[in-house]
């Protein structure tokens, strides 16, 4: 199985297009889906999700940032 190494996130919304990334090192080579496999508590429901019509994928107004 391989890990993602790598994350990186922009602002696409902002002009300045500011980001985040995060570069990952892992303490083993070998994992197993095992892993990662979710098991949830006894008392709780699921979530059915659903899909979102096509739209502005940031809708409302421009962001702004708060001047000094």
């Given at each position: 199985m391989?890990?993602?190494c790598k994350l990186v996130m922009v602002?696409?919304?902002d002009?300045?297009?500011p980001g985040y990334a995060a570069e990952f090192s892992w303490g083993t080579t070998q994992s197993t889906d095992d892993v990662f496999r979710f098991t949830?508590?006894?008392n709780v429901d699921r979530v059915e999700l659903s899909e979102i019509a096509d739209s502005d994928p940031v809708p409302?107004?421009?962001?702004?940032?708060p001047t000094k």
């Open positions: 391989n890990l993602p602002d696409a919304a002009a300045g297009l949830p508590q006894e409302g107004p421009p962001l702004t940032r």
